[in-house]
């Protein structure tokens, strides 16, 4: 976690095997894919516009139809003759009764009506200013139709329903512009390449106008929801990430939004955030400048699960950044929150907290000061005690990176903290790498306690706890490098002949060292 040159240089004094800024990087792609999985029902990719009555419409801004007429059924083959009709009130009609199939709760015909060729009569339709009721319910059926399967998007794409829907997101009846801005959405939550198509064609502009020139207040809250939700989809999705242009110039409005007072604008501006930082320290830059963060920090305390899991995690994604963006977060008095988080009733509240943290204390000494300061190192023993596992895996990510980066006092500390007793009763997982980890915080600890003198108390209190049996059982382990770093500490640390050479002792290089040995030595006994 560092900037430029520095980084490599610092990490790879500060971190031991496998813990550069690339494994840095892995570990948020790798705690990403859980992300995924738990936020489906937080933020949604595509979404369709159902009926919940089979004659009422469920735009939010459209009200019943007084002179609609009852319900009738109509085929595939009813609805391709009204549409190619000469007679605009056939292809109303014929239209409407597309839009009512596909809002159907369950199977909705998309496949029938795509092989019927029906796509480029209603993007033609939407371009017929003069009937407003055609437009809005062909951009109605082509919503659904682009919340299907890529393929299924492909389709209302390759028929130039973009720009089409970009010219009606400005349309002047709100019900009609509210449509196509969510069929923008869906095109664009489709991937990276259909969002950036939308955002070449104009799509931001009409978006960003509308929220530029009202009172955020005044727009009706489901046409608001709409707008932000069709932004956060033009954040979304990596490789590639959105243009930085775009991104700098959805910024001002995003931090509008965050200061909303409806909970899904800003849990959708949130997830937006949190698209936006899982990117290059660039990308976070450009985030960091806007300022985001003091608004990000404040949401912590909103109380509102779909609020606090996208701003967490948009904080520890700028937390991965350099140790100046890292820097601004702790500034924001983001520490005094953890302690709720780490104990919060929600477990992956607890986790993306630990997360979030491990990569701080993957920080400059002074930045692990401020964890201690605020309380911190008890907890995350409580959490190595008795968390659950996904929890005390980033508990242990955070301690072995404090033990990586931080000063004589600082680990004296952690020990006192009585850290050694429950992170070695985690070696019996099955989990290597942790193993591998927990390994390197040991490690570190031994050679602190070497350079200090204080090597012997600590061997007893490893012993003591019964972290020794479990290390030497590590030797007989079938992972050939967990093998090597158990047999590594024994021979060094707890052999008869423990003479310590240099190799064991951590080496000054300029201003940067592992640690700092006072000339009174005898001040850091644990």
């Known amino acids: 976690m560092s900037a430029g040159n520095e980084s490599g240089a610092r990490l790879s004094q500060f971190k031991n095997k496998g813990k550069d800024a690339n494994e840095l990087r892995r570990r948020r792609a790798e705690v990403n894919v859980e992300l995924r999985k738990a936020k489906k029902e937080d933020q949604i990719l595509k979404r369709r516009n159902v009926q919940t009555l089979s004659d009422e419409p469920t735009s939010p801004l459209q009200e019943k139809d007084p002179n609609a007429q009852p319900y009738q059924h109509w085929s595939v083959e009813d609805i391709v003759a009204g549409v190619n009709n000469q007679n605009p009130e056939h292809q109303l009609q014929a239209t409407q009764a597309t839009r009512k199939l596909l809002s159907r709760e369950k199977c909705p015909p998309i496949d029938s009506i795509i092989a019927a060729g029906l796509i480029p009569r ?105 707008i932000t939700w069709t932004l956060s989809n033009l954040c979304r999705n990596k490789n590639p990430a959105p243009p930085l242009s775009a991104v700098q110039q959805v910024l001002p409005a995003l931090l509008r939004l965050l200061q909303h007072d409806d909970m899904e604008v800003v849990a959708d501006t949130c997830w937006a955030m949190c698209y936006l930082t899982d990117d290059s320290n660039e990308r976070i830059e450009v985030v960091v400048q806007a300022g985001f963060v003091p608004c990000l920090v404040q949401l912590l305390t909103c109380g509102e699960l779909p609020i606090m899991t996208p701003a967490l995690r948009s904080l520890g994604n700028i937390v991965t950044g350099t140790v100046k963006q890292t820097q601004c977060v702790l500034d924001a008095g983001v520490l005094m929150m953890f302690p709720n988080l780490l104990r919060h009733q929600k477990s992956n509240i607890q986790k993306e907290a630990a997360w979030a943290l491990s990569n701080i204390t993957a920080g400059k000494d002074y930045q692990i000061q401020e964890v201690i300061n605020a309380g911190l190192i008890p907890i ?130 300029g201003d940067r060292y592992a640690f700092q040995v006072p000339e009174d030595q005898s001040s850091f006994q644990f």
């Not at 059982?473 to 052999?495: C, G, M, P």
Request: glycine fraction near 6%.
């Open 122 to 226: 209603f993007v033609s339709f939407l371009a017929l200013s003069e009937c407003p009721p055609i437009q809005f319910e062909a951009a109605w059926a082509l919503t659904n139709i682009a919340s299907g399967t890529s393929e299924q998007t492909t389709v209302v794409v390759e028929g130039g329903a973009i720009p089409a829907f970009i010219n009606l997101a400005s349309s002047s009846h709100l019900h009609i512009s509210e449509q196509a801005i969510w069929a923008l959405g869906n095109i664009a939550g489709d991937g990276p390449n259909y969002r950036d198509l939308v955002i070449k064609h104009g799509g931001l502009e009409p978006l960003l106008s509308l929220l530029e020139s009202s009172d955020l207040h005044a727009l009706p809250p489901h046409y608001l929801r709409n």
């Open 380 to 509: 995350l023993v409580e959490i190595l005690q008795q968390g659950e596992y996904k929890i005390q895996k980033e508990a242990v990510w955070a301690i072995t990176n404090y033990t990586s980066g931080g000063t004589v006092q600082q680990m004296a500390y952690l020990v006192q903290c009585n850290v050694l007793e429950p992170l070695l009763r985690l070696l019996t997982v099955k989990d290597n790498k942790i193993i591998l980890v927990i390994l390197d915080a040991v490690l570190n600890i031994l050679q602190m306690a070497c350079k200090t003198g204080d090597l012997e108390r600590v061997c007893l209190m490893i012993e003591e706890s019964g972290g020794l049996d479990l290390i030497e059982a590590l030797q007989t382990h079938d992972n050939e490098a967990v093998y090597k770093s158990s047999l590594n500490i024994i021979d060094r640390f707890f052999s008869e002949d423990n003479d310590v050479d240099d190799a064991v002792v951590p080496q000054s290089d």
